[in-house]
């Protein structure tokens, strides 16, 4: 049913719904809505009666977002450290941008090779004994299975009565046959047993960025620096705007004025550049990776800045209208005008990039309404 005229003429109307809408729109934080702010306050005479001019817009069904831009640097990410374990000399070591691979040796200690594994548990004792259970067996035993050795099924574990549950695999006779068989394949003393500090764990391939040790120092130091081995953009990003951003997001990276697919991998405290100085609160720490889904599009960049836009919310497919098509209403609440000069009121939604999600009866796709200009 149309809504009733007030006393004020429709263009007086329209002046306030603008008005109202600019503020509904910046009291929810949104951006887009500048240019009305802009135009308004261009006025010289704030008390001047001379309507604005009108024209006409169409009722459009598509997905409505509030996005955000920030500043992020291309790199190989986060630089961590490796420290040795066990004893012994280092004899052998990496050329800086060497890439990791499972099974391989990353250095030689008194001339033997040390190979990597990946895996989140680090071999902290010896595994020597069967029936040893835990997380550095299993890191063992998947590593030996991706390497395409044959393990054996895993046993269940009982427990005597009162004993909590045990995480991880059980170093099993015929895991420890499949490490000897591993072991003389990479010339490996055959023992079928592990010492701390033969096998080296990282959690996934990377890429040697810094030596930090020599040939001829103990290897129980720090060894060498490593990276990611692809390529990522690391954002800071405020506290208020990171609350919107989940691994796994789709984002957008410029290059050179080209557009980019990226995603969001991860989400982390980066260290204060002050000494002493905590991060807790500070909305300048916060880090945001990137991964670029197309590698071939930073590949001849080796460091860069680069923009990248997140999306902090969208809705799909949603009736919008322009904002200046939003009338105020005596009794509150807001229309839009056919160009007829009947109102139909409306519930607003999201308000982005100059546009506002409506919707309301009577309001369907392709309806021409007026907007204030």
Do not use: C
Request: aromatic residues 4%; neutral net charge.
């Amino acid at each position: 049913m149309p809504e009733h005229a007030t006393s004020r003429s429709p263009r007086d109307r329209r002046r306030a719904g603008l008005a109202a809408a600019l503020v509904t729109a910046v009291a929810g934080g949104v951006v887009g809505v500048v240019a009305v702010a802009e135009r308004s306050s261009g006025r010289t005479d704030p008390h001047a009666t001379a309507a604005p001019s009108v024209q006409s817009a169409e009722v459009v069904r598509r997905d409505l977002s509030n996005s955000f831009t920030a500043q992020g640097h291309l790199g190989f990410g986060p630089v961590k450290q490796l420290k040795g374990k066990g004893t012994g000399t280092l004899t052998k070591l990496p050329a800086n941008g060497t890439a990791t691979e499972r099974g391989k040796a990353l250095y030689r200690v008194d001339d033997k090779p040390v190979p990597v594994f990946y895996g989140d548990t680090p071999f902290f004792r010896d595994l020597k004994k069967t029936g040893l259970v835990g997380n550095d067996v299993s890191v063992l035993r998947s590593n030996l299975v991706a390497l395409g050795y044959d393990v054996g099924d895993e046993p269940a574990v009982r427990r005597p009565a009162g004993q909590g549950h045990v995480q991880g695999a059980t170093f099993t006779a015929p895991l420890a046959a499949a490490l000897k068989r591993w072991q003389q394949h990479v010339g490996i003393e055959a023992t079928g047993t592990l010492k701390v500090g033969a096998v080296i764990v990282l959690p996934g391939p990377v890429r040697v960025s810094e030596l930090k040790a020599q040939v001829g120092d103990p290897v129980a130091e720090d060894v060498l620096n490593y990276v990611s081995p692809k390529k990522v953009i690391t954002v800071p990003v405020d506290a208020q705007q990171v609350s919107s951003i989940r691994p796994g997001d789709a984002v957008t990276i410029t290059l050179s004025g080209a557009k980019s697919p990226g995603m969001v991998t991860a989400i982390s405290q980066a260290p204060s550049d002050e000494p002493g100085q905590s991060d807790a609160g500070d909305s300048s720490k916060t880090e945001v990776t990137v991964l670029p889904k197309r590698p071939s599009d930073v590949a001849t960049l080796e460091e860069a800045d680069l923009p990248v836009e997140f999306v902090s919310e969208i809705h799909k497919n949603v009736l919008t209208v322009p904002i200046g098509a939003l009338v105020a209403l005596s009794g509150g609440g807001f229309a839009v005008e056919r160009a007829s000069g009947e109102f139909l009121r409306v519930q607003t939604g999201m308000f982005a990039t100059g546009l506002v999600e409506i919707s309301g009866q009577g309001l369907t796709e392709g309806l021409a309404v007026v907007v204030a200009s």
